[in-house]
């Protein structure tokens, strides 16, 4: 099944971007371990996961490093990513691959405004990904073992537009509330695309798996998705998104108010059957965490 079929034909989207895509080099490894995870064995290929992060130096750093920091304790140095591997667990060490490998892009950027707006973009993805990974495993959505990848690539569209139009998205950039991306509609106006639609290109080209595409394209407009399982994990992706949003990315409001659900979080509690106060909770319940896995991923030297 092509990636459209999934999609309602009448829905689909026709905007042309006003420039000449360029896209940035991805990292082998993140390809190779959503495929991993998509393919969804039982047990875990977790020999194949091993191979991987061996042969990228940098990717088995992070993972050492993971695993030695002071969130885990460990009385005793881990130096092998065999041991590693097994203490962390294969989840965590998918996710450690994947996050590693988007870091990577940040060498593509060199001005200190371009880096800024690369580590909020981080900052939004690794929470995105890490509420939709955490909302995906408790309520066992199907397709959930791309929750993380799904959430973590979904803004790569922004760092599209960043890495071919800087000053352009620099500019549309800082016209914005502090700390948070421009908008869907503004993305629009400006460069003849958005950064979901960007995303899914990049996705596309990069070969990652078709519905990871579609959830990504389609994330902002869930009910344009035909088949559930990837609709409800683009609600499931929406939802971690605007939570990043509220809990990650305004300092004020990390202590203060009271996450103000989307309409997304409804239609999410409609699918998984469950009253939408119940899902709020159990995300706003999950702030501090998220947002510890945020300054482990970006700061390694606050794990």
């Known amino acids: 099944m092509g990636e459209f079929d999934q999609v309602n034909p009448s829905m689909r989207k026709d905007w042309e971007p006003n420039f000449e895509i360029e896209l940035p080099p991805l990292p082998r490894t993140v390809t190779e371990v959503s495929k991993l995870l998509a393919e969804e064995t039982d047990p875990p290929d977790t020999p194949r996961l091993v191979e991987i992060v061996k042969a990228d130096p940098v990717i088995g750093t992070s993972v050492l490093r993971r695993i030695n920091s002071a969130y885990y304790g460990m009385r005793t140095r881990v130096v092998e990513i065999d041991k590693a591997t097994q203490l962390l667990g294969f989840e965590e060490v998918c996710d450690i691959v994947l996050t590693a490998g988007v870091m990577k892009l940040g060498d593509i950027f060199e001005t200190e405004t371009q880096i800024e707006i690369f580590d909020r973009i981080m900052e939004l993805s690794l929470g995105a990904a890490t509420y939709t990974k955490m909302i995906a495993d408790k309520y066992d959505i199907p ?158 030297k606050t794990d």
């Open 143 to 300: 397709q959930k073992s791309i929750g993380f990848t799904t959430g973590l690539l979904h803004t790569v569209g922004r760092l599209i537009l960043l890495y071919n139009r800087p000053n352009d998205y620099e500019a549309l950039w800082f016209t914005t509330e502090k700390g948070r991306p421009p908008t869907v509609t503004s993305e629009q106006i400006i460069f003849g695309t958005d950064h979901a639609e960007l995303s899914a290109l990049a996705g596309e080209e990069w070969r990652l798996p078709e519905n990871a595409v579609t959830v990504m394209r389609f994330y902002l407009t869930p009910g344009h998705i035909n088949l559930q399982p990837s609709r409800v994990l683009a609600l499931c992706l929406a939802v971690a998104s605007a939570a990043t949003d509220h809990y990650c990315l305004n300092e004020t409001e990390r202590t203060g108010t009271e996450f103000a659900p989307p309409a997304a979080m409804y239609a999410l509690a409609r699918q998984l059957d469950v009253k939408p106060n119940v899902l709020s909770e159990y995300i706003t319940s999950q702030r501090d965490d998220v947002l510890r896995f945020i300054r482990s991923m970006v700061d390694p």
